[in-house]
Nanobody, 118 residues
């Protein structure tokens, strides 16, 4: 069974940093694109960052140059380093896995809460 488990969410002050981690199991990790999405109350889930199975990162404009996505092949984890956080970054952050081919299914973790205070 595919399982994605996020960790690292916390409450931090504006300008602070967090590092989110997603532990993946039940997949061939090097054949999946891995991503981070977020969802604030009353809003749609939105893409934050994705790293392809080949290691190519892609970012939403609102986090570019502040967040960095990376993956650890040996430990089958994907990370999101979050710097210069603002209250607008407050959301539940979800780990996503998608097989690299077109039309493949998405898998999601349960999410981890990130709260940024002023």
């Amino acid at each position: 069974q595919v399982r994605l488990v996020e960790s690292g969410g916390a409450s931090v002050q504006s300008g602070g940093s967090l590092r989110l981690s997603c532990a993946a199991s039940g997949i061939n990790f090097d054949r999946y694109n891995m991503g981070w999405y977020r969802q604030a109350p009353g809003k749609e889930r939105e893409l934050v960052a994705v790293i392809s199975h080949g290691g190519r990162p892609m970012y939403a404009d609102f986090v570019k140059f502040r967040f960095t996505i990376s993956r650890d092949i040996d430990n089958e984890r994907v990370y999101l380093q979050m710097d210069s956080l603002t209250p607008e970054d407050t959301a539940v952050y979800y780990c996503n896995a998608k097989f690299w081919t077109y039309g493949s299914s998405n898998y999601w973790g349960q999410g981890t809460q990130v709260t940024v205070t002023s």
